[in-house]
T-cell receptor
Framework: GQNIDQPTEMTATEGAIVQINCTYQTSGFNGLFWYQQHAGEAPTFLSYNVLDGLEEKGRFSSFLSRSKGYSYLLLKELQMKDSASYLC?????????????FGAGTRLAVHP | EPEVTQTPSHQVTQMGQEVILRCVPISNHLYFYWYRQILGQKVEFLVSFYNNEISEKSEIFDDQFSVERPDGSNFTLKIRSTKLEDSAMYFCASCGLASDTQYFGPGTRLTVL
């Protein structure tokens, strides 16, 4: 079966750091993606990991451990505009045409 | 920066009617997808399309659904006879040959009454 788990909600303070975890159990693995989704809008690509380790992109970093079926998204220097849902998605098979399987998303609220 | 576009942004229809949702993928992309998101739920895969044929479809994508790339730019999703439970946000996405990333359009909110 396919299962992707992430916390439902998190809150954090402006300027702080927050880590959003994702665990997955899928029949195959060929990459893990993080997307940001503001309410009523489309998912926007944030980061992609296919090998173990940390990928850093400005204020956002993402980590992957394939042996543990675990990833996290780290957001630094939080801003109010970072209040959104963060979606963890796994691609089960290699090849650009292959589907993404999404978790339910983590709703992050950033407060002053 | 190139982006995926979708029309209409909002479609209201009566149960049993046919709807066509339209997408223009990023111009040099070769892989196309439709996903849907029922309000408050997760994004779900419907269908992927490559080289003018369906690559994969989910169990949601039954005989009431079809996809087409009628010309070099548009990619459409047709629902033949809409049901109340088809009410959702429908997202088109595309992916290029040299990239592993799927880019999403702004979505069409479909409301079936």
């Amino acid at each position: 079966g396919q299962n992707i788990d992430q916390p439902t909600e998190m809150t954090a303070t402006e300027g702080a750091i927050v880590q959003i975890n994702c665990t997955y159990q899928t029949s195959g693995f060929n990459g893990l993606f993080w997307y940001q989704q503001h309410a009523g809008e489309a998912p926007t690509f944030l980061s992609y990991n296919v090998l173990d380790g940390l990928e850093e992109k400005g204020r956002f970093s993402s980590f992957l451990s394939r042996s543990k079926g675990y990833s996290y998204l780290l957001l630094k220097e939080l801003q109010m505009k970072d209040s959104a849902s963060y979606l963890c998605a796994v691609r089960g098979k290699a090849g650009g045409y292959n589907k993404l399987i999404f978790g339910a998303g983590t709703r992050l609220a950033v407060h002053p | 920066e190139p982006e995926v576009t979708q029309t209409p942004s909002h479609q209201v229809t009566q149960m049993g009617q046919e709807v066509i949702l339209r997408c223009v993928p990023i111009s040099n992309h070769l892989y196309f997808y439709w996903y849907r998101q029922i309000l408050g739920q997760k994004v779900e895969f419907l269908v992927s399309f490559y080289n003018n044929e369906i690559s994969e479809k989910s169990e949601i994508f039954d005989d009431q659904f079809s996809v087409e790339r009628p010309d070099g730019s548009n990619f459409t999703l047709k629902i033949r006879s809409t049901k109340l439970e088809d009410s959702a946000m429908y997202f088109c996405a595309s992916c290029g040959l040299a990239s592993d990333t799927q880019y999403f359009g702004p979505g069409t909110r479909l409301t079936v009454l």
